[in-house]
DNA sequence: CAATTTGTACAGTTTTTTCTGTACATACGG
DNA sequence: CCGTATGTACAGAAAAAACTGTACAAATTG
């Protein structure tokens, strides 16, 4: 956690108190999505700080090894929630959080969509390309038919699906879908 | 996996191989989604199946105890992936997979993010409220305004980027996200 | 209502994942 | 160009998760 400079104890113990509640928030659900809670923690430590945070210091607050803070970080920056920054004068790799959600959501689950989508698609074509050449290999063998048509409707409907999660993947990454679903609406409207 | 009636061994051969390759990749790639090998592929299985299947059976087609697919099963019923249907005069219990892909992935997700909003909106709006406070009860003191200003914008920003969350899902729910996203494209239009 | 079947809770085992410490390659500052 | 500081690969230890078998409670049928 940042030191604090020039406050009294029982302002530091309100602010530490306000941030430990959000870190460790994070940190749980952040397991939802596949991050593990450690990992999670890190972001939410990272995500208070107010200047990039070394290695060192990440192991120092996390109690944790240099190791962990290493791997945790590599996680947290391949999926762009957090950045690597530069300091002239340092040799020391410092981090800091992306602090754009929205971005941080987009590029999280295009990332994770995308590969998901690319392999089980690539499957269903192949899959269907064998099934569709058998079926017209014997188009008069009815029991065939019977057993193939149930396998190429459902492959059909898969197909389907994946074009449009590529659609919607698109929405994100182009921001698209923030004319659907804008960042913010007026407060009249709000619930 | 089902036994299939009344075809040539290399028919059978053929369809086998081609479920086999959808349903390997669907169970590894559900594994991005935080579910485990073993049940995405459970659910590859159910997919292919063209009637409700038992537990026993599923066992069986996975070569796993019943109590494994029990705990499978319900993880699937639990994310609405998988339905429970009930058949006259038998005493077992059935499952078949939701066919509705679009379905699936609005509920899987509606479901997951719902509940991480929840928690840590409150999280973070409980930590807004106490430094809050903090700030208003010392509107001069330099220094912490400067260590609380910069918490502040950021749990702002976060809250901001929930209630955008939170109206995304709703789209989902609603199913106004097809209307920016349509589920099919004309011909046309296709890449 | 009894007999039997079915699903699951639970404890123990196996497998997988996470974490650590050391050792080392790399890179930067002097 | 040397010396030291820094990040990471790797192997082993620790922790967590998945899986199984048994035992039992709930439910259905005759």
Redesign the interface.
């Known amino acids: 956690m940042e030191t604090?400079?020039?406050?009294s104890p029982e302002?530091e113990v309100?602010?530490q108190?306000?941030?430990k509640?959000?870190i460790?928030?994070?940190g749980?659900?952040?397991d939802?999505?596949?991050i593990t809670q450690s990992i999670g923690h890190l972001y939410g430590l990272l995500?208070?700080q107010?200047h990039p945070m070394t290695l060192d210091k990440m192991g120092e607050a996390m109690e944790m090894s240099k190791t962990s803070m290493s791997t945790g970080v590599r996680t947290l920056v391949d999926l762009k929630m957090v950045n690597k920054v530069w300091e002239k004068g340092s040799r020391k790799d410092l981090y800091e959080v992306e602090?754009d959600?929205?971005q941080t959501?987009a590029d999280f689950f295009s990332l994770?969509w995308r590969?998901?989508l690319e392999?089980?698609l690539?499957?269903?074509r192949?899959?269907?390309t064998?099934?569709r050449n058998?079926c017209e290999q014997?188009p008069d063998d009815a029991?065939?038919q019977a057993?193939?048509q149930?396998?190429l409707d459902?492959?059909d409907?898969?197909i389907?699906?994946y074009m449009?999660?590529d659609?919607?993947i698109d929405?994100f990454e182009s921001g698209?879908?923030y004319?659907?679903?804008?960042?913010?609406?007026p407060p009249s409207e709000r619930p």
């Open positions: 604090i400079q020039g406050l302002q309100v602010i108190k306000a941030r509640r959000v460790e928030s994070i749980k659900n952040l939802l999505y596949g995500f208070f107010n602090l959600w929205f959501f994770k590969k998901a392999i089980n690539s499957a269903l192949k899959s269907k064998e099934l058998l014997s029991a065939l057993v193939l149930p396998d459902k492959i409907e898969a389907r699906y449009w999660l659609r919607l929405s698209d879908i004319s659907l679903v804008p960042k913010d609406i």
